[in-house]
């Protein structure tokens, strides 16, 4: 019965609720309903009702902190701009599928949720020794009866709106059949390549061809408008680096958050259970204690004998084999109130007993401590410096973003001023008016290259103003050349031109003997043709996909008696002469017997019938009128750069 105290005391109970409750993930335990007002800004709608900017936040804010609390590593993921949406879609799912369930009255009524929850397994880890659900575990998880059954309620009713859907998902074996056939269709053919490169020693165009090409594709040689420019950036982190901190600043705060810098004390302890629950009786438990107390006598006498005591002596199947040991625990980590008071109350080597709790009388010994102990000043140093930076950047950010911003409007004929004044380094780069595939920091934003391509900026060489280019972030930029958008000249493309047209004539020799090959084969058939390779849709090798394509498409029906014989325009990469001579079954999957229930059909039919579930939810979607404002993609970014920097 105390297996449960034993394996759990590993787990923080937070992780346990997760794997109980996979839906609540996203939503927390406050409600779909009482969200905090961290933000009013409308980023979505369903069914009428708003979805702000301040719930996604914390939706997502709540589950960096679930998977910090399983390891630090595992939360930097879920800070990109990426997971902010994952995070966005979940939160819009849930609001659809509650939607849903609330039109279709699908939350069940108390009688019959007392009884899923008693015969559902999953819920085992919620259950104390009487079967019933454990006060004391959900108080630790801050959560009331109450309000786990509403959210019980809840996870039901939302599992049942698509439930029926994903449960009679049904696909034919003929379409089935056709389906798998599609990917995994074994094609025996013979293919003959004709390579551009081994025509090209045969080429040699002329200066009027490279005019002709040249001004036929003009546009291939037009560059965009461009500015060479110099920015410097004011962002919180480089205020920050700027900050001077004291020892005795730095001494003062420590001091004063010692706790932050302690870890939590851990105790190693090891117990002997003698059985008496709340359903025993009176004679019951005054046996059961009289022995905990004879046991607890021996062990005061022989410490060192308590393991092989609680071996022979404990009724906790888990641990008595391994001498009563319950491994480390810290405070609120334990199932029972009772044995964690003594385990913590004890010195290390004493015997403690017996100690009574719901599931019966324990005998107790702690067989190590570790933790306790503040990190010291030095170690913490470093951290407490970024804090308090970070702190007083934050009420010293406005006011330097309002000077940074005068200051650019005002000396408007140089950067110096700003570099100066602010210790900035001046960069420099050449800017078109999209932002660069790649481009990263202040050159990704498009609100920058506007102004750098404003009139003032361009024709009089004035700063631009201060553009916010991210979170606490502000940019000012100056154009030191403008260059308009040109057709470049033959002269400055030549090589360029000299090599496409290589290319283009030497693809045109290789299409035209390729062509004089296919209509060789097709008069002779049996005439032997290239290599012979064994080709499906899984499995291309290295065939260009024009080739693999033609070779899965040719009509199979005359196949072996009349070989098909195709002819495949490659373009730039040539041309292939291509016989499609037999068609081959599929491979069966690894342990699969001939004739025997193919587990690949087994596999369409679960992702048809999830297909099916994804497209009704998709119309669940259209009928709650499921709509995400711009606002939430820009809010996505913002929060992931936000993080990215720390501030």
Do not use: C
């Amino acid at each position: 019965m105390f297996d449960f105290v034993r394996n759990h005391s590993r787990l923080t109970l937070g992780f346990l609720l997760l794997l109980i409750i996979p839906s609540f993930v996203v939503f927390g335990i406050e409600g779909y309903s009482r969200f905090q007002s961290a933000g009013n800004e409308t980023v979505a709608k369903v069914a009428g009702q708003s979805v702000t900017r301040g719930e996604w936040e914390q939706a997502h804010d709540r589950l960096i902190d679930r998977a910090r609390r399983q390891s630090p590593e595992a939360a930097e993921p879920l800070k990109s701009e990426q997971a902010r949406v994952e995070t966005l879609d979940n939160l819009l799912r849930e609001r659809v599928l509650m939607a849903a369930a609330t039109d279709l009255h699908l939350f069940p009524p108390v009688q019959r949720m007392a009884r899923l929850f008693d015969a559902d397994p999953q819920y085992a880890g919620l259950r104390g020794p009487d079967g019933k659900l454990s006060r004391e575990l959900l108080a630790q998880l801050g959560m009331t009866p109450e309000l786990f059954d509403q959210r019980l309620r809840q996870d039901y009713g939302m599992r049942q709106v698509l439930a029926g859907v994903a449960g009679s998902g049904f696909a034919p074996a003929s379409t089935a059949a056709q389906s798998l056939d599609a990917l995994l269709q074994r094609r025996e053919i013979q293919v003959q390549r004709f390579d551009p490169i081994a025509y090209r020693a045969k080429v040699s165009p002329t200066e009027a061809e490279l005019e002709a090409f040249y001004k036929a594709n003009q546009a291939l040689f037009r560059t965009p408008e461009q500015a060479q420019i110099e920015y410097v950036v004011l962002d919180a982190e480089a205020l920050a680096q700027g900050l001077k901190l004291g020892d005795d600043e730095l001494r003062k705060f420590y001091d004063g958050n010692l706790a932050r810098f302690t870890e939590p004390e851990e105790r190693r302890a090891s117990h002997i259970l003698i059985q008496a629950d709340a359903s025993a009786s009176t004679e019951q438990k005054a046996a059961a204690k009289a022995k905990a107390t004879a046991l607890y006598e021996q062990a005061k006498a022989k410490p060192a004998a308590f393991a092989e005591l609680a071996k022979k002596n404990s009724q906790d199947t888990a641990s008595a084999p391994l001498g009563g040991d319950l491994e480390f625990s810290r405070r609120g980590s334990m199932a029972s109130k009772a044995l964690e008071d003594a385990v913590f109350s004890l010195a290390p080597g004493q015997v403690g007993g017996p100690v009574e709790s719901e599931f019966g009388y324990h005998v107790v010994t702690v067989t190590a401590v570790r933790g306790g102990k503040a990190r010291p000043f030095d170690d913490a140093r470093a951290e407490i410096a970024a804090e308090l930076r970070k702190s007083k950047v934050a009420k010293e950010w406005p006011a330097a973003a309002e000077q940074f911003t005068n200051m650019a409007y005002e000396q408007p004929d140089s950067l110096k001023p700003l570099e100066d004044k602010f210790k900035l380094d001046k960069k420099t780069a050449s800017v078109t008016r999209a932002p660069t595939p790649g481009a990263s920091g202040a050159l990704a934003s498009a609100k920058l290259l506007g102004a750098v391509f404003s009139n003032d900026a361009v024709r009089d060489k004035r700063n631009t103003d201060a553009v916010e280019v991210g979170p606490n972030q502000l940019a000012a930029a100056r154009v030191v050349q403008h260059q308009p958008a040109r057709v470049q000249p033959l002269a400055e493309v030549r090589d360029t031109v000299r090599e496409r047209v290589i290319a283009e004539q030497s693809a045109a020799l290789a299409r035209k003997e390729g062509e004089a090959r296919l209509a060789a084969v097709r008069a002779a058939p049996a005439a032997p043709l290239g290599e012979t390779l064994t080709v499906s849709r899984l499995q291309a090798r290295v065939l260009p996909p024009a080739l693999l394509d033609a070779a899965m498409r040719a009509d199979a029906t005359q196949l072996p008696q009349v070989p098909q014989v195709r002819g495949v325009d490659l373009g730039a990469a040539g041309y292939a002469v291509l016989r499609v001579t037999k068609v081959l079954p599929r491979e069966l999957p690894l342990g699969a017997a001939p004739g025997g229930p193919d587990p690949l059909r087994d596999q369409y039919a679960q992702a048809f019938a999830m297909a099916e579930t994804e497209a009704y939810l998709a119309a669940l979607k259209k009928r709650y009128k499921l709509e995400i404002k711009p606002a939430a993609k820009v809010a996505a970014a913002s929060a992931a750069a936000s993080a990215a920097t720390g501030f």
